[in-house]
């Protein structure tokens, strides 16, 4: 499956920004889905990921209560609703997924889990 990243750009602190990932060739539904971000200088962290149909969605303490993680079936893809941005969100953004029945309810966080990758979206708040 191909992943296609976008919604990134820059924005001021407290601001509000949506990413979206789409998959080509396949529905989402089978798959479980999860955003990571990179920093500069930093490794790759997980922010929130989520099965498309089961389980809860699961996030970085760190973002609890500003990101939502959700799917949007018309389009076939998994969205992530970040309010209250910080600079301290400044990273590029990545989608991934990985077949949902390999997994339980509870969504993998460790980016080694995840076969399938976007290309990445650049996310700038400036303080």
């Known amino acids: 499956v191909q992943l296609q990243a976008s919604g990134g750009g820059l924005v001021q602190a407290g601001g509000s920004m949506r990413l979206s990932c789409a998959a080509s060739?396949?529905?989402?539904?089978?798959?479980?889905v999860g955003w990571f971000r990179q920093a500069p200088g930093k490794e790759r962290e997980f922010v929130a990921a989520?099965?498309?149909?089961?389980?809860?969605?699961d996030y970085l303490d760190s973002v609890k209560g500003r990101f939502t993680i959700s799917t949007n079936s018309a389009k076939n893809t998994v969205d992530l609703q970040m309010n209250d941005l910080k600079p301290e969100d400044t990273a590029v953004y990545y989608c991934?997924?990985?077949?949902?029945?390999?997994?339980?309810?509870?969504?993998?966080?460790?980016?080694?889990?995840?076969?399938?990758w976007g290309q990445g979206t650049q996310v700038t708040v400036s303080s």
């Open positions: 989520m099965h498309w149909n089961r389980g809860r969605p």
């Open positions: 991934a997924a990985d077949l949902s029945r390999r997994y339980s309810d509870f969504p993998p966080r460790r980016a080694a889990r995840y076969t399938y």
């Open positions: 060739e396949t529905p989402f539904s089978r798959y479980v």
